[in-house]
């Protein structure tokens, strides 16, 4: 308003203005208090007088030079190109003022028509177009206009309005009307006014909103039945399943705003009391899992056959979080556990002191509790002496093991005098060999011992390749020999191409069958249990050696 009251007194209007915002905010008005100001015979600091004829008769409705027109009735080009012919034509007054109302619902002709007006417009005219959806109208009309935004009305400026009318126009309401009507009204100068008048024609506001403090109550008790029963209240009332889904959720918008942003709500009076009470009783994260579950509800009842039931459910599950499996119900229950008072742990119930009787001597037994219990009396019984136990004392020198604990083996200790050079090679072909992995055998077998030298043993072997693949098996081949004679054992790999092995001899023939074990062994070492020879085949590397045990008796053919 201050923009277009300096625009009239410094005699600056636009040729064209475009009014924009939510319906009920007025709009229209100041398009006809702009008409009354450019009209006005004595204007002050550019505001009409609303004394003089041409305010009376604008006032009136009845003033030649302000045109008003529904473009949601009157939208097509004819109707734009009358009022677009008659704009030309003189006027009584200083400005011939048009108004356009809900502008965006023109057609396509109609405001092509408009726009070519508005390209050249008469030097006398004035367009105001009014609309609630600002994007639906043609780009180029918006090019070509003011355009000003119109916004929802604060609760205290809205209550302040109505209470200048009703003291204006005499009327007599209470201070719980004129909250019920802000409410009501949202923001809306247009609803709260209308909403003012049915309240003051009813004498009460009880029936113009519904009661949901028992919802209220329910969420914050969580109680379902209480919730049903609120709601069953509201619906014999006569109350619509989405009226009231409409209606609860604005009040609990209100309940959101005054716990994080009070300045914002829009409630007064007693009603911003009740809600900020209930908010804090709620809580936050309940407050808005209401609306947004509240919202997904009023969406649901658009194609829902019986929205009473969608209405009820949703309440239940906002009462009762257990029944939701949504993560913002998770959280809620989570949050009630954490706030919950944890009761103290019981102090631990000390065990009774053990009763020490004296050795030799026997306890009396108590005797059995009876519904007629018999008193007799007891016959003392001699005390038993307890044998006495032979004590036994350990000797220093051999201390009893342990029972249940294994006894590691003992270190190799190196007995004295060196080794026997007959006596290694024969003890390592019977029993070194064996405690060795099947591949070290390969190797082993393929190999010979060439000398002791105290602690050290030498082993032979064929060729340069063979000696690295034993490098590899020193470790297990060295503790089968040291678990073997007893001493720590260093063990030499040398290369001696006269190393040769001797097939092993065949195994006689037996009738019973072998067993799992020895058949394994026979597959494995290639020995066939019918095979016998009586010359010893000499070979001279591990390759022959393994040939000549898969392919006994065969000829190498070059």
């Known amino acids: 308003m201050r923009a277009l009251q300096g625009a009239v007194a410094k005699d600056r209007v636009n040729h064209a203005y475009l009014f924009s915002g939510p319906r009920g905010t007025g709009k229209t008005t100041t398009a006809r208090i702009l008409a009354k100001a450019l009209n006005c015979e004595d204007p002050k600091d550019g505001d009409a007088c609303n004394v003089c004829a041409s305010c009376v008769a604008i006032t009136k409705g009845s003033s030649l030079d302000v045109t008003e027109l529904d473009a949601a009735s009157n939208n097509g080009v004819e109707d734009i190109r009358d009022i677009t012919a008659g704009a030309w034509h003189g006027t009584p007054g200083r400005w011939k003022v048009y108004i356009f109302d809900e502008v965006h619902q023109l057609t396509k002709a109609a405001s092509a028509a408009l726009l070519k007006t508005l390209e050249e417009p008469p030097a006398h005219v004035v367009f105001v177009l009014a609309t609630t959806d600002p994007h639906k109208v043609l780009p180029t009309i918006r090019s070509r206009t003011q355009h ?59 029936d113009a909103t519904p009661d949901f403090d028992g919802l209220f109550a329910a969420l914050a008790a969580n109680d379902a039945a209480m919730a049903l029963q609120t709601l069953a209240s509201l619906a014999r009332d006569g109350w619509d399943p989405e009226q009231l889904a409409e209606h609860f959720a604005a009040e609990t918008r209100q309940a959101f705003l005054l716990q994080v942003a009070p300045d914002v709500a829009d409630v007064t009076g007693a009603d911003r009391t009740r809600l900020a009470t209930w908010g804090s009783q709620i809580g936050l994260p309940r407050t808005v899992r209401v609306l947004e579950t509240v919202g997904r509800t009023m969406r649901e009842m658009k194609s829902a056959p019986d929205k009473t039931v969608l209405l009820e459910v949703a309440m239940v599950r906002l009462v009762m979080p257990d029944l939701d499996s949504s993560i913002d119900a998770l959280a809620e229950r989570v949050t009630r556990l954490e706030r ?9 119930v000390a065990p009774p002191a053990p009763v020490l009787k004296p050795i030799g001597t026997v306890a009396p037994v108590a005797p059995v509790t009876a519904p007629t219990p018999e008193v007799t009396t007891p016959t003392p019984v ?28 003992a270190a190799p200790t190196a007995p004295a005098g060196p080794l026997n050079p007959a006596d290694v090679r024969a003890r390592f072909a019977q029993s070194v060999i064996a405690r060795t992995s ?10 010979r011992v060439m000398s002791t030298d105290n602690d050290q043993i030498t082993l032979a072997v064929a060729d340069e390749e063979v000696r690295k693949h034993a490098q590899e098996i020193t470790p297990s081949v060295r503790a089968a020999l040291e678990h073997e004679f007893r001493r720590p054992i260093v063990l030499t790999w040398i290369v001696d191409t006269g190393a040769a092995v001797v097939a092993p001899p065949p195994t006689p023939t037996r009738s019973a069958p072998p067993t799992e074990e020895e058949l394994a062994d026979t597959a494995f070492d290639g020995v066939d ?5 009586d010359t010893e085949k000499v070979v001279t590397s591990v390759t022959e050696h393994l040939i ?3 392919f006994p008796g065969a000829t190498e053919i070059s």
């Open 148 to 206: 000003l935004e119109f916004r929802l009305i604060g609760g205290d400026t809205l209550n302040t309005l109505l209470q200048d009318v009703q003291h204006a126009a005499g009327l007599e309401a209470s201070d719980e009307l004129i909250d019920t009507a802000v409410r009501l009204g949202r923001g809306s100068a247009r609803d709260a006014l209308s909403a003012l008048d049915q309240l003051i024609a009813t004498g009460t506001g009880e």
């Open 340 to 348: 919950a008072p944890q009761a103290a742990p019981a102090a631990p």
């Open 382 to 409: 001699a005390p038993v002496t307890a044998p006495t136990p032979e004590v036994t004392t350990p000797t220093p020198a051999s201390p009893a093991a342990p029972v249940g604990v294994d006894t590691p083996p």
């Open 438 to 447: 099947r591949g070290a055998q390969m190797i082993l077998k393929a190999a």
């Open 529 to 533: 249990d019918n095979t016998s020879t």
């Open 548 to 550: 000549t045990q898969a």
